[in-house]
């Protein structure tokens, strides 16, 4: 027996249901962290990392080092402390400090830069710190 055409009304909801995959794909990979994490990178440093002059980070405020994922604070001079600007929600790396607080561009979560804590979700688990000391004048973490 030949085989039937497939009439209009078979066409159009096929086309349909492939409009709502193609859809729910996209959905899906807005919430993906591969273009703001810098791929499958640790969330802190496996070695040693020179960020620059510690005179760059202002006693009581942050500096974010996007590109190196870190997130380097000063509450006192010449006291510093480092934490992964990787969100601990989905893997995405802080945009922007504002207001003492590191901000998660992916989900909203924030995160307060003198201790790493969460202070709104959706992540609920602290930056992890990152050991980092003065040599010569620059800022080493790792």
Excluded: W
């Amino acid at each position: 027996m030949p085989a039937q055409p497939a009439d209009r009304r078979t066409v159009l909801k096929g086309a349909a249901a492939l409009a709502g995959a193609a859809a729910a794909a996209g959905a899906l990979s807005a919430c993906s962290t591969e273009g703001n994490s810098g791929g499958r990178t640790p969330a802190t440093p496996t070695a040693p990392v020179e960020l620059g002059a510690a005179a760059e980070v202002p006693v009581g405020g942050a500096k974010l080092y996007r590109e190196r994922k870190l997130l380097v604070s000063c509450p006192a001079a010449g006291q510093y402390k480092a934490f992964s600007a990787q969100c601990t929600h989905a893997g995405c790396v802080l945009d922007k400090i504002e207001d003492g607080e590191g901000n998660c561009p992916c989900h909203g979560s924030r995160f307060d830069v003198t201790t790493g804590k969460p202070l709104r979700g959706p992540a609920t688990d602290p930056l992890p710190a990152v050991p980092v000391r003065v040599e010569g004048g620059n800022l080493v973490a790792g």
